[in-house]
């Protein structure tokens, strides 16, 4: 849980970091900076969908996973978490709106399942370190634009992370490495899909598809218990 903590707390650092220049970056600059990010969003997520080997089981999971998420109302959920934390705050403005975009964006990257399978399975935190710095100087540049509400993310990424850690440690005979890259794979897919939401391109419920992620190592632990 090391790699998990520290990376949440980089989050919290640069989250309070770029909320002090919230107010002294123009409207037109801060979106400018939101549009060049969604772009820079979209490319990491194609670069980890890219690897995908298993099309068919791709689709499948991806399915079955937004399925699944959408009878929980997943996004839904997320939503009312950020509405909560904006009402508490009620001075921070737009603080779902922060919360609800940096909590998926650092939840559902490759680095975030990759390296918190590999603390899990084999106490190696350097993944999540890298990670931590990558999502701190990136929590200065959301914060800046989105607000406080970005240094809640933390939370989001302590929670989801240290399951995925925890779930590792118990389940490594089914983690074998096909299985980690379709999760990877899947999850640069909901990465582009942040990315286009960042984007004003289209709405897609991102939170709704989270599932997904999970529908691999499912389908392994079935495969392998029913043996076919």
């Known amino acids: 849980m090391l790699g998990t903590i520290v990376n949440s707390l980089s989050i919290l650092v640069g989250g309070l970091v770029g909320s002090l220049f919230k107010n002294k970056i123009s409207n037109a600059y801060n979106e400018t900076i939101m549009k060049a990010l969604g772009l820079s969003v979209i490319l990491i997520g194609l670069k980890s969908a890219l690897q995908v080997n298993n099309i068919l089981l791709l689709i499948i999971c991806l399915t079955l996973g937004t399925l699944i998420g959408e009878i929980m109302k997943i996004e839904k ?70 607000g406080i509400g970005v240094c809640f993310s933390a939370i989001s990424v302590f929670i989801y992370q240290g399951i995925i850690t925890l779930t590792a440690s118990l389940m490594k005979q089914f983690l074998i490495a096909s299985v980690v890259n379709e999760m990877s794979a899947i999850g640069g897919l909901l990465i582009v899909a942040i990315g286009a939401n960042m984007l004003d391109i289209k709405r897609i419920k991102v939170g709704n598809m989270l599932p997904a992620i999970f529908m691999p190592l499912l389908y392994y632990i079935i495969k392998t218990i029913i043996g076919f």
């Open 77 to 146: 959920g997320i939503e009312n978490i950020g509405a909560f934390l904006e009402r508490r705050f009620s001075k921070q403005k737009g603080l779902s709106n922060g919360f609800v975009t940096a909590s998926l964006v650092y939840c559902v990257g490759a680095m975030a399942i990759m390296g918190s399978l590999e603390s899990g399975l084999t106490n190696n935190h350097s993944i999540l370190y890298a990670k931590s710095l990558l999502d701190g100087i990136s929590a200065i540049i959301f914060s800046s634009s989105l």
